[in-house]
């Protein structure tokens, strides 16, 4: 996929760990290829573009700024950006100096006596300060938005809906959208003669495509007949092709509300289900269809299903999940509420806490860069990794909050999950630690398991959460 032509909305992404050759470290170029794979224009901000492209390639827009220095977070850098995921931090190395590669620090399994090499308190936060300060106007929470509003319709809406049923491929069911007071009537008759089985009303492709990044999903007010139904988006201009599909069921003659996650989106293609499919891209969406279906997905038979006469009433369509969904994530430490807490023992804490007075006061001004995310107004993640390492990762992860948890985690696997993290609604305005299960591989129930146990912040500081 060629981003540069895309009309999406910009990520913009603090690169980490440049390093002379590139292949080692950095939270943020592995942030940026996971970008990247999932479709993102991505806009990286480095102090040294050079090496930046090196390593990061291409497809990356790179712009030079120091966090800093606020006279060079200039707006331009900022333009069309709608998210910021920050992986700086103030560079670390061992006191009896690195590798030219930095794999003494980078790696993260052996120990080595650390010394800071700037001052953490500009790094960790007057540096937030600036860039939270420049880029707030470009982060404010999204509402949602209203796609269709059926019971208001406008002279656009009325041509937007047409029928596409299975005559198309030699069957008999008929179908039709009209207007009522109460929303739209998508209604028909649904016949399996001459191998046929489903109705479906469909948009025309909208040009240019919709952006809906920012939300979380779709919302549908319907009513309907007790049947099961579908709905697809889909992010190409083709007429047939991978369509993102969700089945929802109706409960006969009674409204309800339907959330759409795109995080469960199916992709399919003619009711198969395409396993290499790109992940569903919500900032280009190409058009939208509600179906009824003899079938679920991959021949398997929709339960809910009867030929004859169907009716499903849609009031409107709309996103959800806008003002929550992060826009800034922020890749901060575990530990940053430890140095100092009253009867902490020290001894047992990770080295990070046991040095943190030799690294210049390093967590508390880590810490104090994350209250400059938490009270900006944006809505945020703050991810604290315990002690990261190079390994491969794949590693299912164990969250908590608090701040009492201690092991490692591999770079590869706090970037992806910073990658989810936008992507999730229930990652909004939290702040949570993160470490590596050494027993487990990370699976998408992990995942769901994991977001679903996350607390919001409280208004008090996350020290005590
Ligand atoms: N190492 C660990 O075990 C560990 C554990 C938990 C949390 N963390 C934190 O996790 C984050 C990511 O770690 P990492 O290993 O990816 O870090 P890293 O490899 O040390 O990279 C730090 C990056 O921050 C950039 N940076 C520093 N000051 C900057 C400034 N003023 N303006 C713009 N960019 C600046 C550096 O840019 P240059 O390339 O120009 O130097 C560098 O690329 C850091 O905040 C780190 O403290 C680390």
Same mark, same amino acid.
Request: hydrophobic share 35%.
């Given at each position: 996929?060629?981003?540069?032509?895309?009309?999406?909305?910009?990520?913009?992404?603090?690169?980490?760990?440049?390093?002379?050759?590139?292949?080692?470290?950095?939270?943020?170029?592995? &942030?940026?290829?996971?970008?990247?794979?999932?479709?993102?224009?991505?806009?990286?901000? &480095?102090?040294?573009?050079?090496?930046? =492209?090196?390593?990061?390639?291409?497809?990356?827009?790179?712009?030079?700024?120091?966090?800093?220095?606020?006279?060079?977070?200039?707006?331009?850098?900022?333009?069309?950006?709608?998210?910021?995921?920050?992986?700086?931090?103030?560079?670390?190395?061992?006191?009896?100096?690195?590798?030219?590669?930095?794999?003494?620090?980078?790696? %993260?399994?052996?120990?080595?006596?650390?010394?800071?090499?700037?001052?953490?308190?500009?790094?960790? #936060?007057?540096?937030?300060?600036?860039?939270?300060?420049?880029?707030? +106007?470009?982060?404010?929470?999204?509402?949602?938005?209203?796609?269709?509003?059926?019971?208001?319709?406008?002279?656009?809406?009325?041509?937007?809906?047409?029928?596409?049923?299975?005559?198309?491929?030699? %069957?008999?069911?008929? +179908?039709?959208?009209?207007?009522?007071?109460?929303?739209?009537?998508?209604?028909?008759?649904?016949?399996?003669?001459?191998?046929?089985?489903?109705?479906?009303?469909?948009?025309?492709?909208?040009?240019?495509?919709?952006?809906?990044?920012? +939300?979380?999903?779709?919302?549908?007010?319907?009513? %309907?007949?007790?049947?099961?139904?579908?709905?697809?988006?889909?992010?190409?201009?083709?007429?047939?092709?991978?369509?993102?599909?969700?089945?929802?069921?109706?409960?006969?003659?009674?409204? $309800?509300?339907?959330?759409?996650?795109?995080?469960?989106?199916?992709?399919?293609?003619?009711?198969?289900?395409?396993?290499?499919? =790109?992940?569903?891209?919500?900032? =280009? $969406?190409?058009? #939208?269809?509600?179906?009824?279906?003899?079938?679920?997905?991959?021949?398997?038979?929709?339960?809910?299903?009867?030929? %004859?006469?169907?009716?499903?009433?849609?009031?409107? $369509?709309?996103?959800?999940?806008?003002? =929550?969904?992060?826009?800034?994530?922020? &890749?901060?430490?575990?530990? &940053?509420?430890?140095?100092?807490?009253?009867?902490?023992?020290?001894?047992?804490?990770?080295?990070?806490?046991?040095?943190?007075?030799?690294?210049?006061?390093?967590?508390?001004?880590?810490?104090?860069?994350?209250?400059?995310?938490?009270?900006?107004?944006?809505?945020?993640?703050?991810?604290?990794?315990?002690?990261?390492?190079?390994?491969?990762?794949?590693?299912?992860?164990?969250?908590?909050?608090?701040?009492?948890?201690?092991?490692?985690?591999?770079?590869?696997?706090?970037?992806?999950?910073?990658?989810?993290?936008?992507?999730?609604?229930?990652?909004?305005?939290?702040?949570?630690?993160?470490?590596?299960?050494?027993?487990?591989?990370?699976?998408?129930?992990?995942?769901?398991?994991?977001?679903?146990?996350?607390?919001?912040?409280?208004?008090?500081?996350?020290?005590? $959460?």
């Amino acid at each position: 996929m060629n981003c540069a032509h895309r009309n999406a909305s910009r990520l913009y992404v603090y690169y980490l760990g440049v390093s002379p050759v590139g292949a080692n470290g950095g939270v943020g170029k592995r &942030v940026v290829s996971r970008l990247l794979n999932r479709g993102y224009q991505v806009r990286s901000l &480095v102090r040294d573009a050079k090496k930046a =492209q090196k390593v990061l390639g291409k497809n990356v827009e790179i712009v030079t700024a120091d966090i800093t220095q606020p006279e060079t977070l200039t707006p331009e850098i900022f333009k069309d950006v709608s998210k910021i995921i920050c992986c700086t931090g103030t560079r670390v190395q061992p006191a009896q100096r690195d590798t030219p590669n930095r794999e003494k620090y980078s790696q %993260g399994v052996n120990f080595f006596m650390p010394e800071v090499i700037e001052d953490p308190q500009f790094v960790e #936060y007057e540096g937030m300060k600036n860039l939270v300060a420049a880029a707030k +106007s470009q982060l404010q929470p999204s509402n949602n938005k209203i796609l269709f509003d059926f019971k208001n319709p406008t002279q656009d809406l009325k041509e937007t809906w047409g029928a596409l049923d299975d005559v198309v491929m030699g %069957g008999v069911s008929e +179908s039709s959208i009209c207007l009522t007071d109460s929303g739209a009537l998508f209604s028909g008759n649904v016949s399996t003669e001459n191998s046929g089985g489903f109705v479906s009303v469909r948009t025309r492709n909208f040009d240019p495509p919709i952006n809906l990044l920012g +939300s979380a999903g779709i919302e549908l007010r319907v009513k %309907g007949d007790g049947k099961r139904y579908k709905f697809f988006l889909r992010c190409e201009d083709k007429w047939d092709g991978v369509g993102y599909s969700y089945s929802f069921d109706t409960v006969y003659n009674i409204w $309800i509300t339907i959330r759409i996650p795109f995080k469960d989106l199916i992709p399919v293609f003619r009711a198969n289900v395409v396993e290499n499919a =790109q992940p569903f891209n919500p900032n =280009q $969406i190409y058009s #939208y269809q509600l179906m009824l279906s003899k079938f679920e997905y991959n021949r398997e038979l929709n339960a809910k299903f009867a030929p %004859g006469f169907f009716q499903l009433e849609v009031e409107y $369509i709309k996103t959800y999940g806008g003002d =929550q969904l992060p826009k800034f994530v922020l &890749v901060s430490s575990a530990g &940053v509420t430890r140095p100092g807490r009253p009867g902490l023992n020290l001894d047992a804490q990770p080295q990070i806490v046991q040095l943190n007075d030799q690294l210049k006061g390093l967590l508390n001004w880590k810490f104090k860069g994350e209250e400059v995310v938490r009270s900006s107004g944006i809505p945020y993640t703050v991810i604290r990794p315990c002690r990261m390492t190079e390994q491969q990762g794949g590693q299912a992860l164990i969250f908590d909050q608090g701040d009492n948890i201690k092991g490692i985690v591999s770079r590869n696997d706090i970037a992806e999950l910073c990658v989810k993290a936008l992507e999730e609604n229930r990652a909004g305005n939290t702040t949570f630690e993160a470490k590596g299960d050494q027993e487990n591989q990370a699976t998408a129930e992990n995942w769901e398991r994991l977001f679903n146990g996350l607390k919001l912040d409280g208004k008090k500081s996350p020290l005590t $959460i």
